[in-house]
């Protein structure tokens, strides 16, 4: 089992930054992608960012390239998060478990609890 713990979330303005930080702990693998993903209410999870394992290369979407960087850090993963809008506005979870990125949320064995990421003026 792999035990999974995010903070860092809250409330921002539009244009503002946050740095979410996942923590892992028991049955990790260095294997493993670690990644980032996202849900607003009425909207499917997205996967915003992942680490792969094995290459330490990072994926982004779309929608967050060029204003979002994971990084890693032992067993502690981050999501910096600048120039915020408020379509960023979600719950946002730390995963892990899979052995690829960009295969979808249903290849993440593990999850976090959540943290809640608003942007809003």
């Known amino acids: 089992q792999v035990q999974l713990v995010e903070s860092g979330g809250g409330l921002v303005q539009p244009g503002g930054s946050l740095r979410l930080s996942c923590a892992a702990s028991?049955?990790?693998?260095?294997?493993?992608?670690i990644g980032w993903f996202r849900q607003a209410p009425g909207k499917e999870r997205e996967e915003v960012s992942c680490?792969?394992?094995?290459?330490?290369r990072t994926h982004y979407g779309d929608s967050v390239k060029g204003r979002f960087t994971i990084t890693r850090e032992k067993n502690t993963v981050y999501l910096q998060m600048n120039s915020l809008k408020p379509e960023d506005t979600a719950v946002y979870y730390c995963?892990?478990?899979?052995?690829?990125?960009?295969?979808?949320?249903?290849?993440?064995?593990?999850w976090g609890q959540g943290t809640q990421v608003t942007v809003s003026s």
């Open positions: 995963a892990t478990g899979a052995l690829l990125c960009g295969l979808g949320p249903v290849m993440f064995e593990y």
């Open positions: 680490m792969g394992g094995t290459t330490g």
């Open positions: 028991g049955s990790t693998r260095d294997y493993y992608a």
